[in-house]
C-alpha cells in the first residue's frame, strides 16, 4: 500500500497531492491552480503598470493587511506593502464612474439616517422615498456591479 501525503493550499484551503502543489511568492504552499489564477492577476497588474505614464502615481492595496499605498512609475524600488513588506499587493483600478460611488456612499448615508431616527420620517425623507420608488429598475445599479466596484 502506497501512502500519499496531502498539502492544503493556503489559498482555496483544498488538499492536493505533492504534484499539485507549488510555492508561491510568499514561500507559501499553493495549488498549481491558484498559482496560474494569481499569476495571471500579475501579469494584468504589470500591463497596467507600464501602461502609466512616467512618474504618474500607480495605487496598490496590499492583499495581506489591507494598506493602500501609490508607487511612481518608472520607481527602482520593488513593489511590496510599505506596511507589512509582503509582495502580494492588487492594483487599485479608477472607475470612469466614480462620481456614481460618492453619490451612492451619499445615499446610503441618508438611508442610515433615516432608519436611525425614531418616530416619524420628516418631510424630506417622505419626499426621497417617494422618489426612489417611482424610479424604475431600470435605472438602479445592480448589486453584482456595486459589489465589483466596491470590492476591488
Known sequence: ????????????????????????????????????????????????????????AVNFICVSCRFKFSVKKGSPKDIKCPYCGKTRVMLVKKYKDENDLIKIRRDV????????????????????????RKTPDSEYIKHEDLKKHILK
Open 1 to 56: 500500500m502506497v501512502l500519499t501525503s496531502l498539502y492544503t493550499c493556503t489559498r482555496c484551503r483544498k488538499d492536493f497531492n505533492f504534484d499539485n502543489i507549488k510555492y508561491d511568492s510568499d514561500n507559501k504552499l499553493i495549488c498549481v491552480e491558484c498559482l496560474e489564477k494569481q499569476q495571471k492577476i500579475e501579469k494584468k497588474e504589470k500591463l497596467s503598470l507600464e501602461k502609466a505614464d512616467e512618474g504618474e
Open 109 to 132: 448615508d441618508v438611508i442610515k439616517h433615516i432608519l436611525s431616527e425614531e418616530g416619524k420620517l420628516s418631510k424630506s425623507a417622505k419626499k426621497q422615498l417617494e422618489e426612489a
